[in-house]
C-alpha cells in the first residue's frame, strides 16, 4: 500500500473487517443502516478513495474523500463518540450530500492505536480539545489539497463530534463556511459558541429529550446566524423511518444556502 502525489492511499477499496461468519463489517452496517430505514446502496461503489491526511506533525489519519464533478463545496464529517468514518448514518448523509453537488471528507479523528485504547477506556471520545485539533488540522489539509483548495467548507458533527467542529469553526472561521450538527453535544464547546461565525444548524430528535435541553442551552450561547430543528418521532440516532432522510434534507438545504450561493 503506497501513497500517491495527493496523498491517497492506492488500494482498490476500503479495507475489509470480517465479523461474524465471515462476513465483512460492511455487511453489517449496512443491515443496521437498513433497520433504520435508510438505503445504504444510493450509490454503488460509493467513497472508496482512501487518502492520508496530515492533521498534526506526526498525526496521520485516514479519511475518505468523495468528489462530484463539478462541487459546490466540500463537507468535512466529524464522527461522535465511539464511531468512525464508516459511521453508517454519516456515510448515508454523505452520499445525500454527494447526489446535491457537494464533496465530502469522512475522516477518523483517531488513530488506530487511539481507536484501540478508547474502544476500553473511552479516554478519548470525550477529549474535545484533542478532537477539535484534529478537525482544525483536516481543515488545513483540505485548504491546501489541489483538488479540494478552492471550495468552501461545510461541518458535518454528530455526537461529541460536533463539538469540536463547532470549536474548529470558533478558531478557523474565515475558513468554514457552514455547521450542522445531528443529535449533537455543542454543549461541549460551550466557551467557544459565540465566537463561532459560521451559520449553525442543530438537530436533534424529539425523543432525545435530555440533548435537546442541551442544544437549546448552546443555542442560547451562539451569536452568529443560527437554527435548532427537533425532528418529529426520532430519537437519538435517528433510527425511526424517515429520520435519517430528514436529516439529510435539511443538512444539505443548508449547505446549498451557505457553501454553493
Same mark, same amino acid.
Given at each position: 500500500?503506497?501513497?500517491?502525489?495527493?496523498?491517497? $492511499?492506492?488500494?482498490?477499496?476500503?479495507?475489509?473487517?470480517?465479523?461474524?461468519?465471515?462476513?465483512?463489517?460492511?455487511?453489517?452496517?449496512?443491515? =443496521?443502516?437498513?433497520?433504520?430505514?435508510?438505503?445504504?446502496? =444510493?450509490?454503488?461503489?460509493?467513497?472508496?478513495?482512501?487518502?492520508?491526511?496530515?492533521?498534526?506533525?506526526?498525526? $496521520?489519519?485516514?479519511?475518505?474523500?468523495?468528489?462530484?464533478?463539478?462541487?459546490?463545496?466540500?463537507?468535512?464529517?466529524?464522527?461522535?463518540?465511539?464511531?468512525?468514518?464508516?459511521?453508517?448514518?454519516?456515510?448515508?448523509?454523505?452520499?445525500?450530500?454527494?447526489?446535491a453537488g457537494f464533496a465530502t471528507l469522512l475522516i477518523d479523528l483517531l488513530t488506530m492505536q487511539e481507536?484501540?485504547?478508547?474502544?476500553?477506556?473511552?479516554?478519548?471520545?470525550?477529549?474535545?480539545?484533542?478532537?477539535? =485539533?484534529?478537525?482544525?488540522?483536516?481543515?488545513?489539509?483540505? $485548504?491546501?489539497?489541489?483538488?479540494?483548495?478552492?471550495?468552501?467548507?461545510?461541518?458535518?458533527?454528530?455526537?461529541?463530534?460536533?463539538?469540536?467542529?463547532?470549536?474548529?469553526?470558533?478558531?478557523?472561521?474565515?475558513?468554514?463556511?457552514?455547521?450542522?450538527?445531528?443529535?449533537?453535544?455543542?454543549?461541549?464547546?460551550?466557551?467557544?459558541?459565540?465566537?463561532?461565525?459560521?451559520?449553525?444548524?442543530?438537530?436533534?430528535?424529539?425523543?432525545? $429529550?435530555?440533548?435537546?435541553?442541551?442544544?437549546?442551552?448552546?443555542?442560547?450561547?451562539?451569536?452568529?446566524?443560527?437554527?435548532?430543528?427537533?425532528?418529529?418521532?426520532?430519537?437519538?440516532?435517528?433510527?425511526?423511518?424517515?429520520?435519517?432522510?430528514?436529516?439529510?434534507?435539511?443538512?444539505?438545504?443548508?449547505?446549498?444556502?451557505?457553501?454553493?450561493?
Open positions: 500500500m503506497g501513497v500517491d502525489s495527493l496523498g491517497r $492511499t492506492k488500494q482498490t477499496g476500503p479495507l475489509r473487517r470480517l465479523g461474524s461468519e465471515g462476513k465483512s463489517w460492511s455487511y453489517y452496517l449496512q443491515r =443496521r443502516n437498513t433497520r433504520a430505514g435508510a438505503c445504504m446502496d =444510493r450509490i454503488p461503489g460509493w467513497n472508496q478513495a482512501t487518502y492520508q491526511v496530515q492533521v498534526e506533525n506526526t498525526i $496521520t489519519l485516514e479519511g475518505n474523500l468523495s468528489l462530484p464533478e463539478n462541487p459546490r463545496g466540500v463537507v468535512l464529517f466529524a464522527h461522535g463518540s465511539g464511531s468512525s468514518r464508516h459511521s453508517p448514518r454519516n456515510q448515508f448523509v454523505a452520499q445525500v450530500l454527494h447526489e481507536e484501540e485504547q478508547d474502544r476500553y477506556t473511552g479516554r478519548f471520545r470525550f477529549d474535545i480539545d484533542l478532537l477539535s =485539533r484534529r478537525v482544525v488540522g483536516a481543515t488545513g489539509w483540505l $485548504t491546501t489539497n489541489p483538488t479540494t483548495a478552492n471550495l468552501k467548507i461545510g461541518y458535518f458533527g454528530a455526537s461529541t463530534g460536533a463539538a469540536a467542529a463547532l470549536v474548529a469553526a470558533a478558531e478557523r472561521p474565515m475558513a468554514v463556511g457552514a455547521v450542522v450538527s445531528r443529535g449533537g453535544r455543542p454543549d461541549l464547546a460551550s466557551s467557544y459558541l459565540p465566537a463561532v461565525q459560521a451559520p449553525t444548524l442543530l438537530l436533534v430528535g424529539s425523543k432525545d $429529550t435530555q440533548v435537546i435541553e442541551l442544544n437549546r442551552w448552546a443555542f442560547s450561547l451562539l451569536r452568529c446566524e443560527k437554527q435548532l430543528e427537533i425532528i418529529p418521532g426520532a430519537s437519538h440516532l435517528f433510527e425511526e423511518p424517515g429520520t435519517l432522510e430528514k436529516v439529510a434534507q435539511l443538512a444539505s438545504q443548508w449547505f446549498t444556502r451557505y457553501l454553493a450561493a
